[in-house]
């Protein structure tokens, strides 16, 4: 049950579902460390050969990674200076000494260190490779003036911020300390003998440890080849080897290590949202307007009977925390005959007029969940039905939710539902969303799978979105979920649970009177959303794979630098902010994607092919 009306007080998907095939620049950025992949389909994998120690390798002058240095990963070696007995670097300055800023990495040079620009003039600019962890956290993101320097040089700020807070934690004496952190480098060469070893050998100069490289030919010039290296270094030694990097090589993509969103206090500007399923019990305490308050001109107003039933609906909803059973609620006679009209008199349209997937799944609701017109299902047992189709499941809930807390329960699969019945002076109106409403528009379709999925990534895109976008998701939810209609067999039907629900407006809508658009989320989120009359127009999609596709594309512009992804293990939210992340997302995909490959196997062996 939710609200349209403005969001909650607080500042501010790409929708996910099975990603798309992996590029090979997605396999770079999160590839574990000393593991090994498939290499990606026109690239070739620069594997350095291990031979002699390291020792030997400086005594002759070469870099711990060519052939005769017995290194068998890249990594930080001596450097050549020490092994001739010239003077070290200048050291870092000691507890108590001249403090350096935070996160500068060692004492200044007496000049500003210049900011080496990718394409475009900013950090990472090039799409498809890996891209510098965002800092969301930092301030709402409605749009980004000034393009993405800007945006990037607001983030360096308060990183920095974040960076002397953390020194002040630990113990405030001014102390220095150099953070590290993963990145990673694309430069061209041309295809020449010796380049490359000339490239490779700044890294062993600037102390940066290689942890992996690859190399493709590049799509800019036949003549050249691009080098893409993932290290782990400082922020200062990055700098120095890009400023060497500039006279020998093309510079391509830049990630830079900025030690974004190390700790979870980073979040703390981000408009807060559940990060684990049990957090939804603060979602469904924020009731706007409780079931028992009645405006004037409902029709239960007057009746003391019904507002004290309707209160107890409320301390019911409002007593239920995650985990529990659903409390089974023993419904007055009053209120099974109220069930009963509504009941029997949408069963007389729904042939007619819903969608097949709501077709499917009625019958079953009648089998396993006691839809009868004599009876009110108990929403613990639509739980129950509901999690074995779909995943999905209900919690009670007391009154209307802002539109951020109800679709982030659809984030979880989690469907907020109202246990209280219209009042029976008029059994075919509601002015408020009811168990009616609830169990005869919403339920049939949520234990569609298909269905379900669309629902979940529309809460998956508004989790950390800024109030205006959520406002947006908000209303593409209202005229597709709650009012939308789809075309099967040449005909339209409906699929909103907010027609589903309603005689009146079931009808109009399938009628000649109705003005139906096409479903497109970027006209479609401007539509003016009527609650107590009939929609001014209704938008209809070929299909709900149709429909979601529209809404992926549409939560691509959400000004939000994270993606998110539910973990269905563990009923969790992870924050997909940097390359380790995503990697551990990935883990997940190959093990799916190598059961499937063995299905497909057997299925050749098995059809003899």
């Known amino acids: 049950m939710w609200n349209l009306g403005p969001c909650s007080p607080v500042a501010p998907c790409s929708l996910r579902s099975v990603p798309a095939p992996l590029s090979p620049v997605l396999l770079w950025a999160t590839r574990r460390r000393g593991q090994r992949a498939p290499p990606s389909p026109g690239c070739k994998r620069f594997t350095p050969p291990g031979c002699k120690p390291v020792p030997a390798a400086e005594a002759e002058g070469r870099p711990a990674w060519l052939p005769g240095s017995g290194a068998k990963r890249c990594g930080r070696a001596v450097p050549r200076s020490r092994a001739r007995g010239r003077r070290r670097r200048r050291p870092k300055a000691a507890p108590g000494g001249r403090g350096e800023p935070p996160g500068s990495g060692g004492p200044r040079r007496g000049r500003r260190q210049r900011r080496p620009p990718g394409p475009g003039g900013s950090w990472g600019g090039r799409r498809g490779w890996a891209a510098p962890g965002g800092d969301a956290a930092r301030r709402p993101l409605p749009s980004r003036p000034g393009g993405a320097r800007r945006w990037l040089e607001l983030n360096r700020s308060s990183s920095g911020k974040n960076e002397e807070k953390k020194g002040n934690k630990g113990g405030g004496k001014g102390e220095s300390v150099s953070e590290g952190g993963k990145t990673a480098v694309v430069f061209s060469l041309k295809n020449e003998v010796g380049g490359l070893v000339k490239a490779l050998r700044l890294f062993q100069e600037k102390h940066v440890s290689m942890v992996h490289i ?115 609620v023993e419904y007055t006679a009053e209120e099974i005959k109220t069930w009963g009209v509504v009941f029997r008199e949408l069963s007389k349209l729904y042939p007619t007029h819903a969608c097949c997937e709501y077709l499917k799944n009625f019958p079953l609701l009648t089998k396993y969940c006691g839809y009868r017109e004599d009876n009110v299902p108990q929403l613990e047992d639509v739980s129950i039905f509901l999690k074995e189709r779909s995943g999905f499941t209900v919690r009670p809930v007391a009154g209307y939710l802002s539109p951020r807390d109800f679709l982030a329960g659809l984030a979880y699969r989690v469907f907020h539902c109202t246990q209280y019945i219209r009042h029976g002076s008029d059994p075919l109106y509601t002015p408020e969303p009811d168990t009616c409403h609830e169990l005869l528009g919403h339920v049939p379709l949520l234990a569609d799978p298909k269905f379900a999925q669309f629902s979940q990534e529309i809460g998956l895109a508004s989790l950390g979105a800024s109030d205006e976008d959520v406002q947006k998701l908000a209303t593409c939810y209202f005229f597709t979920i709650e009012f939308g209609l789809c075309k099967q067999e040449g005909q339209l039907r409906a699929y909103g649970a907010g027609l589903l629900s309603s005689i009146g407006e079931l009808k109009h809508a399938l009628s000649d009177k109705a003005k139906v658009k096409t479903f497109d989320p970027k006209t479609t989120c401007l539509q003016e959303c009527l609650i107590t009359t009939f929609q001014e127009a209704y938008f209809v999609s070929e299909s709900f794979e149709e429909a979601k596709e529209k809404m992926r594309d549409f939560a691509k512009s959400i000004n939000r630098p994270f993606s998110v992804y539910f973990n269905p293990y563990t009923q969790s939210i992870e924050i997909l902010k940097d390359t380790r992340s995503i990697e551990n997302v990935v883990q997940d995909l190959r093990s799916d994607l190598n059961t499937v490959c063995d299905a497909l196997s057997k299925m050749n062996r098995y059809l003899g092919i």
Request: contains cysteine.
């Open 214 to 328: 690859e190399s493709r030919k590049s799509k800019r010039r036949n003549s050249e080849v691009e080098i893409f290296v993932d290290c782990d270094c400082s922020k200062k030694e990055f700098n120095e080897l890009i400023q060497l990097l500039k006279f020998q090589t093309n510079i391509v993509s830049l990630n830079p290590p900025e030690n974004i969103w190390t700790d979870e206090e980073d979040l703390d500007c981000v408009p807060w949202f559940p990060r684990k399923i049990s957090e939804l019990d603060k979602c469904s305490q924020r009731v706007l307007m409780y079931g028992s308050e009645l405006d004037a001109d409902h029709p239960g107003f007057k009746d003391n009977v019904y507002r004290q039933r309707r209160k107890y609906f409320v301390d019911v909803a409002m007593s239920y925390k995650y985990g529990q059973p659903i409390p089974r």
